[in-house]
T-cell receptor, first 113, second 115 residues
Framework: DQQVKQNSPSLSVQEGRISILNCDYT??????FLWYKKYPAEGPTFLIS?????DKNEDGRFTVFLNKSAKHLSLHIVPSQPGDSAVYFC????????????FGTGTRLKVLA | NAGVMQNPRHLVRRRGQEARLRCSPM?????VYWYRQLPEEGLKFMVY????????ESGMPKERFSAEFPKEGPSILRIQQVVRGDSAAYFC?????????????FGQGTRLTVV
């Protein structure tokens, strides 16, 4: 039972353009969502998070949007840079219920120079 | 400020041997989480520990796997009698308090290969 889904295993974007990575979840009890970036042979690096009381959170070139009714969140990277090429994982958990992060399977982003 | 330190980075074991993976959390962090990533999959929660206590091991296989976080020293994930299916990347994460309120920071992982 995959509670967090990233349906696009890969995405290619031209440098300077917008990258949009999508994530869907099924558990309506999730109330905190995170994005991690992972380079090969390294651990995941925290990127940005959003609480369910918000619908948008922005940090520099990275913006996360949350649509609770659709159980959908997305990560926007503008402008995309070659150094953004990595695997991006969406994670979710219930703040009051559990500390376990439920991860999606990841989307491999390739930014073309 | 050193991050989460895991060692070894790579570990090769023959079937039937024991694997010991170590994790030193970030300074000031007393909460440790272990996750496993199988090829082409996301990270799966295994166990959550605080100093000298296992809080939640619901993601651990019932046999051969154990974890500890002693009062002194790193957290250890131990896999006894390894099998080929144990080959994976094992990541440790830490947080200063329960991850409800803050993000967990991950180490670089230990890549276990069972031959």
């Amino acid at each position: 039972d995959q509670q967090v889904k990233q349906n696009s295993p890969s995405l290619s974007v031209q440098e300077g353009r917008i990258s949009i990575l999508n994530c869907d979840y099924t558990n309506s009890m999730f109330d905190y969502f995170l994005w991690y970036k992972k380079y090969p042979a390294e651990g995941p690096t925290f990127l940005i998070s959003i609480s369910s009381i918000k619908d948008k959170n922005e940090d520099g070139r990275f913006t996360v949007f949350l649509n609770k009714s659709a159980k959908h969140l997305s990560l926007h990277i503008v402008p995309s840079q070659p150094g953004d090429s990595a695997v991006y994982f969406c994670a979710a958990h219930q703040r009051r219920g559990t500390y376990k992060y439920i991860f999606g399977t990841g989307t491999r982003l390739k930014v073309l120079a | 400020n050193a991050g989460v330190m895991q060692n070894p980075r790579h570990l090769v074991r023959r079937r039937g041997q024991e694997a010991r993976l170590r994790c030193s959390p970030m300074k000031g962090h007393s909460h440790v989480y272990w996750y496993r990533q199988l090829p082409e999959e996301g990270l799966k929660f295994m166990v959550y520990l605080q100093k000298e206590n296992i809080i939640d091991e619901s993601g651990m296989p019932k046999e051969r796997f154990s974890a500890e976080f002693p009062k002194e020293g790193p957290s250890i994930l131990r896999i006894q009698q390894v099998v080929r299916g144990d080959s994976a990347a094992y990541f440790c994460a830490s947080s200063p308090r329960q991850a409800q309120d803050t993000e967990a920071f991950f180490g670089q992982g230990t890549r276990l290969t069972v031959v």
